[in-house]
Nanobody
Framework: QVQLVESGGGLVQPGGSLRLSCTTSRFTLDYYGIGWVRQAPGKEREGVSCISSTDGSTHYADSVKGRFTISRDNAKGTVYLQMNSLKPEDTAVYYC??????????????YGQGTQVTVSS
């Protein structure tokens, strides 16, 4: 059983920053890649970023490149998503996810409960 718990969402003005956290077990981070996925109202789920468990390689959606940074602290069992220069179109529920693969993948089997991010003035 994989458990993923997101936190750090909230309301922020355009241009602001937030840092999301995904807390899980150290075992999960040592062996599985972790992704961040978001879903806005009325839209399909979108992969935002992911980090592999092998070499820590990272991937980003074009819409967030240069603004978001994913990182992990295996000792703390936590994956972070630092979000800068936020835009209203970043408003969504953000989920961390894994499919128990070591590498980044386009689809996931396990999701956390999600955390709401709202970018609005």
């Amino acid at each position: 059983q994989v458990q993923l718990v997101e936190s750090g969402g909230g309301l922020v003005q355009p241009g602001g920053s937030l840092r999301l956290s995904c807390t899980t077990s150290r075992f999960t981070l040592d062996y599985y890649g972790i992704g961040w996925v978001r879903q806005a109202p009325g839209k399909e789920r979108e992969g935002v970023s992911c980090i592999s468990s092998t070499d820590g390689s990272t991937h980003y959606a074009d819409s967030v490149k240069g603004r978001f940074t994913i990182s992990r602290d295996n000792a703390k069992g936590t994956v972070y998503l630092q979000m800068n220069s936020l835009k209203p179109e970043d408003t969504a529920v953000y989920y961390c996810a894994t499919d128990r693969s070591r590498i980044c993948v386009p689809e996931y089997d396990y999701y956390g409960q999600g955390t709401q991010v709202t970018v609005s003035s």
